[in-house]
């Protein structure tokens, strides 16, 4: 089988120890394919190093919302530029998170739309962060269209997740499928069509509940597959090749690793 995990943070200080390591793992257990979004501007050339220099990684370039205290206007402008000289295969992480009262929802919207339009002008897909802000969101995509994407831990509606799957976009699930107090969570990964769904672990956060308290790997990303076969009553391998079929074609990705 093979399986992409469609957001993990690679890139991050948590992983410099044994990156290697953990990729070997993730090869031995078919993840052969990762997508690492960025987080900030001062990550981008580290992020682009590590995909550059390892096969099956793939690069998001992006300014999350969570950082908003460490973007500046310049850094729209060079998001822009390094997307057209880069390419790399998505914009994001990006979106609007309501969670964290503490967060100016106006500054957040003004980088939100603007790297909106750095995605449609490059005619790429984004990779959304949203919390507490699903119908915020859906009203700028209606607003500023973009070509599709994946709401990455999607934890909202099941009418929310109708509009973003008119709207181009794929719906990630990962490691919270693995807890069985994810009462709604679950839920929705069973009765969402499964061509809307793509897997993903966020690591290092989120991880599965065989790991509670540690950090997250993507090598765990198997076990968010037997979660979600289980709860859909389906054979593990025909979802591997669905989910990993969806994010080949959300992200446009070549069909060989």
């Given at each position: 089988?093979?399986?992409i995990d469609?957001?993990?943070?690679?890139?991050?200080?948590?992983f410099d120890a044994?990156r290697?390591?953990?990729?070997a793992?993730?090869?031995?257990r078919?993840?052969?394919?990762?997508?690492?979004p960025?987080?900030d501007?001062?990550?981008w050339?580290?992020?682009?190093a590590l995909c550059?220099?390892?096969?099956?990684l793939?690069?998001?370039?992006?300014?999350?919302?969570?950082y908003?205290?460490?973007?500046?206007?310049?850094?729209?402008t060079?998001?822009a530029?390094?997307?057209a000289?880069?390419?790399?295969v998505a914009v994001?992480?990006?979106?609007?998170?309501?969670?964290?009262t503490?967060?100016?929802?106006?500054?957040q919207?003004?980088?939100f739309?603007a790297?909106l339009?750095?995605?449609?002008?490059a005619?790429?897909?984004?990779?959304?962060?949203?919390?507490?802000?699903?119908?915020?969101?859906?009203?700028?995509?209606?607003?500023?269209p973009?070509k599709?994407?994946?709401?990455?831990a999607?934890n909202?509606?099941l009418?929310?997740a109708?509009?973003?799957?008119?709207?181009g976009f794929?719906?990630?699930?990962?490691g919270?499928?693995t807890?069985e107090?994810?009462?709604?969570?679950?839920?929705l990964?069973?009765?969402?069509?499964?061509d809307?769904l793509?897997l993903?672990?966020?690591?290092?956060d989120l991880?599965?509940?065989?790991h509670?308290?540690?950090?997250?790997?993507?090598?765990?990303l198997?076990e968010c597959?037997?979660a979600?076969?289980?709860?859909?009553g389906?054979?593990p391998?025909y979802?591997?090749?669905?989910?990993?079929?969806?994010?080949?074609a959300?992200?446009?990705?070549?069909t060989?690793?």
């Amino acid at each position: 089988m093979e399986l992409i995990d469609t957001h993990c943070h690679l890139d991050v200080t948590d992983f410099d120890a044994d990156r290697a390591e953990v990729l070997a793992q993730c090869r031995v257990r078919g993840v052969n394919r990762i997508v690492v979004p960025a987080v900030d501007a001062a990550g981008w050339d580290k992020l682009l190093a590590l995909c550059a220099g390892e096969a099956g990684l793939y690069p998001a370039l992006g300014l999350h919302p969570v950082y908003l205290e460490r973007h500046r206007p310049p850094h729209v402008t060079a998001l822009a530029e390094r997307v057209a000289r880069q390419r790399p295969v998505a914009v994001g992480e990006i979106g609007l998170d309501y969670f964290v009262t503490d967060l100016d929802r106006a500054r957040q919207q003004s980088l939100f739309e603007a790297q909106l339009r750095v995605a449609a002008d490059a005619r790429l897909p984004v990779l959304l962060h949203v919390r507490k802000a699903h119908d915020e969101v859906l009203a700028t995509l209606r607003r500023i269209p973009v070509k599709g994407g994946i709401c990455h831990a999607f934890n909202g509606s099941l009418q929310q997740a109708r509009h973003y799957i008119k709207l181009g976009f794929k719906l990630g699930f990962g490691g919270m499928l693995t807890y069985e107090r994810s009462l709604k969570l679950r839920r929705l990964a069973a009765e969402l069509p499964l061509d809307a769904l793509v897997l993903e672990t966020d690591a290092p956060d989120l991880v599965v509940a065989s790991h509670r308290g540690e950090r997250n790997s993507p090598a765990y990303l198997p076990e968010c597959l037997a979660a979600l076969a289980e709860l859909r009553g389906e054979d593990p391998a025909y979802l591997a090749a669905a989910t990993t079929r969806n994010a080949l074609a959300v992200l446009d990705l070549p069909t060989a690793a």
